[in-house]
């Protein structure tokens, strides 16, 4: 069996956006109902190319030629919630998106400032006044089916997370991520999504996010693990 992630997906500019390759991912295998799936990225997604999925026992890996991409397994841990923000309290805080310049990747599908705008993105999170949070907000569009991929809710699950840091100054990569989607948002209608920095260590960022729709009603949740490139270094996971 082989997977591929089209070329419009990117996060840096010759590799998938995490988050997207990670849902696309975690559709390969399944596992019990209450137990999330978990994403670890090796190395960067190529887009455009062919990649062999092994199916094992407990995990699914996914493969380039002889260059693991990815390994996909049941989350062991809790999937923790952000608590939401309103829709105004979310647009307040875009005003104070620090992408506009100096972004690590600026041509990302999800949150790149060079991309013109389509299916509700770019997403442009920022700092939530008087909290330690970041939030944007989401209008997505339908696919063919009148649905919004799951893939896509992954990926405003996760660049906001990006954004609970400094990544302008310290430009840091998707590494690991697990979901929890509860139910699809709906096209055409404003969502809202907040991120929280829940621990720093070294390189390393632990960070959660949720989605959640005008009212407040939690729509999908997840937890993620960012590492920081190395000064310099921007082509990477995504």
Known sequence: MDV??????????????????????????????????????????????????????????VWHGERLIATIGPEAGKVEEVEPVTVTEAKQAESAFEGWQGHPFPTCFVCGVERAPSGGFPVTPGKVGGRDLVACTWTPEADDDGEVPIALVWSVLDCPGGWTGDPVREPMVLGRMSAIVHRRPLPGRTHVIVGRLRRRHGRTANVGTALYDETGGLLAKAASVWIALDSGKREEKG
């Not at 996060?11 to 995490?18: D, T």
Request: net charge positive.
């Open 4 to 61: 591929r992630i089209g070329g419009a997906y990117n996060g840096p500019a010759h590799s998938a956006n995490g988050g997207y390759a990670c849902g696309v991912f975690a559709g390969l295998a399944s596992f019990p109902e209450a137990t999330p799936p978990a994403v670890t990225l090796h190395t960067p997604p190529p887009l455009q190319t062919d990649l062999e999925v092994r199916a094992g026992a407990r995990r699914t890996q």
